[in-house]
């Protein structure tokens, strides 16, 4: 089983940053993909960011392209996402999830492994 914990979240400012963490445990071999999905009242969970721990390789939401970061630390049990520059419509529950999947799978269907979500909230 793979275990995601999620913390970092709270109000911000917008145009400020924030930099939210997953702590990450279980199998690697359950998890090649991790990913970041974000869930405002009344919308879909939406895909963010994702990157293959093996590789490094990441692919981002047309949203957050030029202001997020995603990394892993080397011992591959810490996930990070940094946004910069935040807007109001940043405002969401961020999730972290993981699972055996291609590189470039944004459907969140697609992954088994989720953590309990952590809110951002942006202030205008």
């Known amino acids: 089983q793979v275990h995601l914990v999620e913390s970092g979240g709270g109000l911000v400012q917008a145009g400020g940053s924030v930099r939210l963490s997953c702590a990450v445990s279980?199998?690697?071999?359950?998890?090649?993909?991790m990913a970041w999905f974000r869930q405002s009242p009344g919308k879909e969970r939406e895909f963010v960011a994702q990157i293959r721990w093996m590789t490094g390789v990441a692919r981002y939401a047309d949203s957050l392209k030029g202001r997020g970061s995603i990394a892993i630390d080397n011992a591959k049990t810490t996930l990070d996402l940094q946004i910069n520059s935040l807007k109001p419509e940043d405002t969401a529950v961020y999730y972290c999830?993981?699972?055996?999947?291609?590189?470039?799978?944004?459907?969140?269907?697609?992954?088994?492994?989720w953590g309990q979500g952590t809110q951002v909230t942006v202030s205008s």
């Open positions: 279980g199998p690697n071999l359950n998890r090649n993909v």
């Open positions: 999830a993981a699972d055996n999947v291609p590189i470039g799978t944004t459907v969140r269907e697609a992954y088994k492994y």
